[in-house]
């Protein structure tokens, strides 16, 4: 690394510990940091609509916050995002939003998530401050190239012509300038339409660099190179030697073509690199990538909840390398810093959003206790509220954390899981309404009567288990299979997610599990004999775990090898 670079390195890290002064400052008074947050988010957007509606100009504290503004999901405030997405730039913020960033709901229907420029300015410095910290832990990370997996930045236009996509490809296009010089892979591969061709090209690049840094946010996705790997090694080195693509563009989309065409550009011959590798091959029998890039130091990525079960494997995959999670984060915003490695933990950004929290024991009662984040208490589990700079107001983002410790004053939070009627391994996020949708379209398309079914999501296999109780008792292999293979094709349609994580192979299809008749009765009697009332027992579509009892309730199991 040239003297220039490694002074423009150090003046991005000062710049990063410069970005971390408020956050600091939050963290030594967590109640005066949050009052004077909402305090300006109210006055600056109080002749808003949305501020209009909940008469924001009268709002002296936070008490008055609190009785005039409902706590609301998404849907409470998608009408004020559709006038934005039709031009009402003013519907929820005053500063105009520039963008919309996207992700899935409870519906079929997508998530827009309004970006204005103060709001990204926060988010990027608390990234800033991220790369800071854990760069001083790891002086090594930016010692070569780094391997940055983000979605595109646009991939659709809203009614007024706004763009909408992807915080991570934001972010990446967006990074400062040292950062970016320093990516293996062009941002480009992240815009081709083909999952397989994205993922193909993204290690082709790779194993044509040194790379000391990975940063993605989903360990699947690394799981998933791996594979690809050892599966095309010997395809990937001859590419490596002749300097070309290593497909044939002929094979993909007119729109993906062009992209490669760009892509031809950034490569080169490299034959030397790619005797070693193929050396490393002959010698072990597959390649990995710990033998592909032994100088790497560093994989950020996501450490807890299901994302943790992946990251588990890394180290055996890419070598004794620093683990440190990138922070507890979604389209609506960064809410964590962690500061340590091996630790879905980190710091809540006090300066970052204003946070309310539900007990998780409280969130179906009539009038749950909302606590603030000076009032939580370690080792306690909450759902999350947040009100961001953007847009969102004590807005219901349907996660559940716990609290781990404190840091200065402020409280230590990681994410758990999803909350009610939601699970989620890889992003997809599924919805319980989603579900039913897709079984009852898998009973249109196949005839199969279903009683009663229940989804397990399987973290290690990266697939939900379909557990289904029918009517006919004599079904055959064939019509389980034809109906799982519906419930699938149904969900492609239900959850926009879900096509993605599929297609890039980072979410496995559903397995049936085909339960006895009587199956779905047992079940609530058992729950009414542990005490449940029976006039409110709720049929569990999501199934958390599998119980040994279980076992007895199998009459066969789909084969998968």
Known sequence: MGIGMNLALWIARIRGWLAGRPFERAARDPLGAQNRLLQQILHENRHTAFGLDHGFADLSDYDA????????????????????????????????????????????????????????????????????????????????????????????????????????????????????????????????????????????????????????????????????????????????????????????????????????????????????????????????????????????CWLGGSAGVHARQLRSLYGDVGLRDLGFRATEGTFTVPLEDDSAAGVLALDAHVYEFIPETEITAENPTVLRAHELEIGQQYYLLITTRAGLYRYDINDVVEVTGTYRQAPIVRFLRKGRDMVNMVGEKLHVNQLLAAAHRARQDTGLQWRQFQVLPDTEACCYHLLLESEDAQLTTADLDAFSQAFDAALMDENPEYPTKRQSQRLGAPRWIHMKAGWSDRERQRAVEAGKRDVQFKWPYILEGWRPDLDDEVLGRANHT
Request: charged share 20%; with cysteine; glycine share 6%.
């Open 65 to 300: 916050f609190q009785r005039q503004v409902p706590i609301q999901d998404y849907e409470g405030h998608r009408p004020y995002v559709d006038q934005i997405a039709t031009g009402r730039l003013d519907a929820l913020t005053q500063e105009p939003p520039f963008r919309l960033g996207s992700t899935s709901g409870t519906t079929n229907q997508p998530k827009w998530v309004p970006i204005t420029q103060s709001w990204q300015a926060k988010m990027a410095g608390l990234l800033r401050f991220w790369i800071a910290r854990t760069s001083w832990s790891h002086p090594r990370m930016f010692n070569h190239k780094t391997l940055t997996v983000v979605s595109p930045a646009v991939e659709e236009k809203a009614p007024s012509g706004m763009p909408v996509g992807s915080i991570s490809g934001v972010t990446n296009r967006r990074a400062p300038w040292v950062i970016r010089r320093m990516y293996a892979v062009p941002y480009e591969v992240a815009t081709l339409g083909s999952y397989h061709l994205r993922y193909f090209m993204l290690m082709r690049f790779s194993l044509q660099n040194s790379l000391s840094c990975i940063v993605t946010p989903n360990p699947s996705t690394l799981l998933q190179l791996a594979q690809l790997l050892e599966a095309q090694a010997k395809t990937l080195i001859a590419a490596l030697h002749s300097g070309k693509l290593g497909i044939d563009p002929q094979d993909y989309s007119e729109e993906d073509q062009k992209i490669l065409a760009g892509l031809v550009n950034y490569l080169r011959p490299l034959p030397k690199r790619a005797r070693k590798l193929s050396e490393i091959l002959k010698d072990k029998g597959c390649l990995l990538p710990r033998d592909c890039w032994p100088q790497l130091a560093f994989i950020g």
